[in-house]
């Protein structure tokens, strides 16, 4: 039976009413042959379409390639396009992994903050805003994008997803690649490397004409299953908030944001 195409990418994203910014890393092909590199994009864009964007290291904290052998930093010249381009040693399942430097955002209406706070499910964040005397029209920010993909290299086997030291991580729990278009894929997410449970999700799966988003919970131990049906990519991301500076007359961050 023929495999349909699965492809899967663990995001970071930023959103406001009228557009949604998705940031991934997004491989040249999501399976290549034993001998064939790895090349995948940084992009920021939506509905699975984006801009690129070059090596820079100043602007991440980790970036790394890992697989059956172990990890290994991701090296490039600064600028090189595709970002991510490396030779594996050996058959399997990869992944990449990119955890930003911060940056910053300040939203100031007051209709946009509670689109925000609700389209990424972090209930009670804006309630508690206001308890800390913190303004309505005002939301500032400071945030950081865990981004992953996973990648087969020759043909696909029981190879499995691992943490890779990001703080804030998917992991799958099968090799997706060795499923088929009528199977589910159990993920789990973890926070500091613990599973983090009741967690809002964000799934967008392409499947070639259209995109979909679903939302999902993980559940007691963090995990959620994905129906893959219909095959192509899959996007999957959460976002964990902690309160910041407290003082409104200052312009240090309010909150810190992962995603």
């Given at each position: 039976?023929?495999?349909?195409?699965?492809?899967?990418?663990?995001?970071?994203?930023?959103?406001?009413?009228?557009?949604?910014?998705?940031?991934?890393?997004?491989?040249?092909?999501?399976?290549?042959?034993?001998?064939?590199?790895?090349?995948?994009?940084?992009?920021?864009?939506?509905?699975?379409?984006?801009?690129?964007?070059?090596?820079?290291?100043?602007?991440?904290?980790?970036?790394?390639?890992?697989?059956?052998?172990?990890?290994?930093?991701?090296?490039?010249?600064?600028?090189?396009?595709?970002?991510?381009?490396?030779?594996?040693?050996?058959?399997?399942?990869?992944?990449?992994?990119?955890?930003?430097?911060?940056?910053?955002?300040?939203?100031?209406?007051?209709?946009?903050?509670?689109?925000?706070?609700?389209?990424e499910g972090?209930?009670?964040a804006y309630?508690?805003?206001?308890?800390?005397?913190?303004?309505?029209?005002?939301?500032?920010?400071?945030?950081?994008?865990?981004?992953?993909?996973?990648?087969?290299?020759?043909?696909?086997?029981?190879?499995?997803?691992?943490?890779?030291?990001?703080?804030?991580?998917?992991?799958?729990?099968?090799?997706?690649?060795?499923?088929?278009?009528?199977?589910?894929?159990?993920?789990?997410?973890?926070?500091?490397?613990?599973?983090?449970?009741?967690?809002?999700?964000?799934?967008?799966?392409?499947?070639?004409?259209?995109?979909?988003?679903?939302?999902?919970?993980t559940d007691?131990?963090?995990?959620?299953?994905?129906?893959?049906?219909?095959?192509?990519?899959?996007?999957?991301?959460?976002?964990?908030?902690?309160?910041?500076?407290?003082?409104?007359?200052?312009?240090?961050?309010?909150?810190?944001?992962?995603?």
């Open positions: 039976m023929k495999r349909t195409t699965l492809a899967f990418v663990f995001f970071a994203s930023l959103v406001t009413p009228s557009i949604a910014h998705e940031y991934w890393i997004e491989p040249v092909q999501f399976t290549v042959s034993r001998g064939e590199a790895i090349q995948g994009d940084l992009k920021n864009g939506q509905d699975f379409k984006g801009v690129n964007f070059g090596y820079i290291p100043d602007r991440f904290e980790k970036f790394t390639l890992t697989g059956p052998g172990g990890s290994q930093p991701v090296k490039a010249r600064i600028g090189d396009r595709p970002a991510l381009n490396m030779t594996p040693a050996e058959p399997g399942l990869y992944s990449a992994s990119y955890q930003s430097t911060f940056d910053h955002i300040t939203f100031k209406d007051n209709e946009k903050i509670r689109y925000y706070l609700e389209y972090l209930d009670g309630e508690r805003h206001l308890e800390r005397g913190l303004s309505p029209d005002r939301f500032q920010e400071r945030y950081a994008r865990c981004a992953k993909a996973l990648i087969q290299v020759g043909e696909p086997d029981d190879g499995r997803d691992q943490l890779t030291g990001m703080i804030f991580e998917w992991v799958a729990e099968e090799n997706p690649y060795a499923l088929s278009a009528t199977d589910q894929l159990s993920l789990r997410l973890y926070w500091q490397g613990e599973p983090m449970a009741n967690k809002h999700v964000n799934i967008f799966h392409n499947d070639g004409t259209e995109v979909e988003r679903k939302t999902m919970r007691a131990e963090g995990r959620i299953t994905v129906p893959l049906t219909g095959g192509g990519k899959f996007m999957i991301n959460a976002v964990k908030l902690l309160e910041g500076d407290e003082d409104p007359d200052t312009d240090l961050p309010e909150w810190t944001s992962y995603w």
